[in-house]
């Protein structure tokens, strides 16, 4: 399935949604992103003076990329991958930009990650939501489980999540969750989506959230 998608799919541009959910005090950082594509978010990170270092982990390598910008870089699975015990507790910002859906085991890996996240630090990921209100459309009145090239219900993706799950996901793993929020809590066009969730009172919020973007932190 991997290898029939096209490239845009794994190297997309920086992550600046991601990288607005760093502390404004987080300069100077031992930063690492798992699916790191073609390394564009690290580089970004390191000209903003918000990464020191950068260690970078792909799946699949692209022709045009900022390999030679990232300190450390491994391209191989990260369910695969043994870290030594000098990387434990080593860094202070990880990334996992939709990533966890992709996982055979997400709830082992992410516990694995965890370990290399210091005390202080902040993990950040982008996960999206099952119970988008077009996938529900498709699954409860068409009856159609129907799998994309790209989206929630990407022919990729291995695992899927509601909100409930993500928190039950995080938290097991030992963390805290300091922020859950989405691009649709950000909107500044006030979209008919907006109004009918203002005027619900948040009723269907869940409903309106295509990707959850959420910061945590590691519990004492």
């Known amino acids: ?37 073609n390394g564009a978010t690290l580089n970004k990170l390191k000209q903003l003076g918000i990464a020191k270092t950068t260690t970078g982990v792909e799946l699949f390598s692209s ?11 491994f391209l191989e699975n990260i369910e695969n991958i043994l870290f030594s015990d000098d990387m434990q ?5 990880i990334i996992l ?12 890996t992410l516990q694995k990650i ?24 498709s699954i409860v009145w068409k009856g159609d489980f129907h799998y994309e090239e790209a989206g929630i219900l990407d ?12 928190i039950e996901l995080f938290t097991s793993a030992g963390l805290n969750i300091e922020s859950l929020t989405s691009a649709f809590d950000q909107e500044t066009i006030k979209s008919k989506k907006y109004w009918l969730n203002k005027i619900t009172l948040g009723i269907f919020h869940d409903f309106f959230v295509y990707q959850y973007l959420i910061v945590t932190t590691k519990k004492g």
Not at 6 to 35: A, H
Not at 97 to 108: A, K, M, N, Q, R
Not at 116 to 137: D, E, F, K
């Open 1 to 37: 399935m991997y290898e029939n998608k096209d490239q845009s799919y794994y190297f997309l541009s920086v992550r600046d949604d991601l990288i607005r959910l760093i502390p404004q005090t987080f300069k100077e950082c031992n930063v690492l992103e798992i699916g790191c594509g």
């Open 63 to 73: 022709k045009d990329n900022y390999y030679s910008t990232i300190d450390h870089f």
């Open 89 to 93: 507790n080593s860094f202070d910002i």
């Open 97 to 108: 930009g939709d990533v966890i859906e992709h996982l055979v085991d997400p709830w082992s």
């Open 114 to 137: 965890v370990q290399l996240l210091s005390p202080t630090g902040r993990l950040i990921a982008s996960i999206p939501n099952i119970r988008y209100y077009t996938t529900l459309q």
């Open 155 to 166: 022919q990729t993706h291995l695992r899927f999540f509601c909100k409930k799950n993500i």
